[in-house]
């Protein structure tokens, strides 16, 4: 979901993305047909084959544009480790790319996992360079009452930290629903404000989710380099 929101995002403010999933395990991303997604195939006899990601730093230091990497779970820690070893955020930096990693922080049960996963990503990078999406989808995302940047994990993490996009949570009979339909069926939110298979007010309603997710985008300034390289992490089930 994220992934595919920061496609429509910069191509809306005007950039040229390059697409690219690759979740070994379910290339949701690449279902999203007016996307335009490229599928990366990293398994090789049932284990990801780190080698593959070779041709994936050719294209993002060769081809000019503004990539959002759809990575899956599964893959992210390989993918980021390879990164490390390899000296590519360097290497990218060098090229004049801006990279920046989403990591998501889900609410509900995932709560401990994902936030786990933020701090991995923290403690390897020696950069301003993550954008934590506070995804309140199943559940509120506090933690014996303290709020994200109220948590040690945040606090100790902070100057790491480029800024976060909250996707609220609403009203699960109306907005909830709206959303999943439009999940499920793999539609942008162009899509659905065209569609006649949505009601006036489900696009109303689904209007309002990406005004709010954009200006959040618009205060972050992803879109101020054109050659910027996003790596989303999908970090829990449904998203």
Same mark, same amino acid.
């Given at each position: =979901?994220?992934?595919?929101? &920061?496609?429509?995002?910069?191509?809306?403010?005007?950039?040229?993305? $390059? *697409?690219?999933? *690759?979740? /070994?395990?379910?290339?949701?991303? +690449?279902?999203?047909?007016?996307?335009?997604?490229?599928?990366?195939?990293? &398994?090789?006899?049932?284990?990801?084959?780190?080698?593959?990601?070779? #041709?994936?730093?050719?294209?993002?230091?060769?081809?000019?544009?503004?990539?959002?990497?759809?990575?899956? *779970?599964?893959?992210?820690? /390989?993918?980021?480790?390879?990164?490390?070893?390899?000296?590519? %955020?360097?290497?990218?930096?060098?090229?004049?790319?801006?990279? @920046? @990693?989403?990591?998501?922080?889900?609410? #509900?049960?995932?709560?401990?996992?994902?936030?786990?996963?933020?701090?991995?990503? +923290?403690?390897?990078?020696?950069?301003?360079?993550?954008?934590?999406? %506070?995804?309140?989808?199943? #559940?509120? $995302?506090?933690?014996?009452?303290?709020?994200?940047?109220?948590?040690?994990?945040?606090?100790?993490?902070?100057?790491?930290?480029?800024?976060?996009?909250?996707?609220?949570?609403?009203?699960?009979?109306?907005?909830?629903?709206?959303?999943?339909?439009?999940?499920?069926?793999?539609?942008?939110? *162009?899509?659905?404000?065209?569609?006649?298979?949505?009601?006036? =007010? +489900?696009?109303?309603?689904?209007? $309002?989710?990406?005004?709010?997710?954009?200006?959040?985008?618009?205060?972050?300034? &992803?879109?101020?380099?054109?050659?910027?390289?996003?790596?989303?992490?999908?970090?829990?089930?449904?998203?």
């Amino acid at each position: =979901m994220v992934a595919s929101i &920061l496609v429509q995002y910069f191509r809306e403010r005007g950039m040229r993305v $390059i *697409a690219v999933d *690759a979740d /070994p395990v379910n290339h949701s991303l +690449a279902q999203y047909r007016s996307l335009g997604v490229s599928e990366l195939e990293v &398994l090789s006899d049932g284990r990801v084959d780190q080698r593959k990601f070779d #041709g994936l730093v050719e294209r993002l230091l060769t081809e000019e544009g503004t990539y959002v990497l759809d990575s899956g *779970a599964s893959t992210f820690i /390989p993918l980021w480790y390879y990164m490390l070893e390899n000296q590519v %955020l360097d290497c990218l930096y060098t090229a004049g790319c801006g990279v @920046v @990693v989403h990591s998501v922080v889900t609410g #509900g049960q995932a709560l401990a996992d994902t936030l786990s996963g933020f701090a991995q990503i +923290a403690q390897t990078t020696n950069k301003r360079n993550i954008v934590v999406w %506070l995804n309140e989808y199943f #559940g509120y $995302i506090q933690q014996d009452g303290a709020l994200f940047s109220q948590m040690a994990v945040y606090k100790e993490n902070a100057a790491k930290v480029l800024g976060s996009v909250q996707i609220t949570r609403r009203n699960q009979d109306t907005f909830g629903r709206d959303i999943e339909e439009m999940i499920g069926r793999k539609f942008t939110f *162009a899509e659905v404000l065209r569609s006649g298979e949505f009601s006036i =007010m +489900a696009k109303q309603r689904l209007k $309002i989710v990406r005004d709010d997710l954009y200006e959040q985008l618009d205060e972050l300034d &992803l879109s101020e380099s054109s050659q910027a390289v996003t790596t989303a992490q999908k970090a829990a089930v449904g998203q």
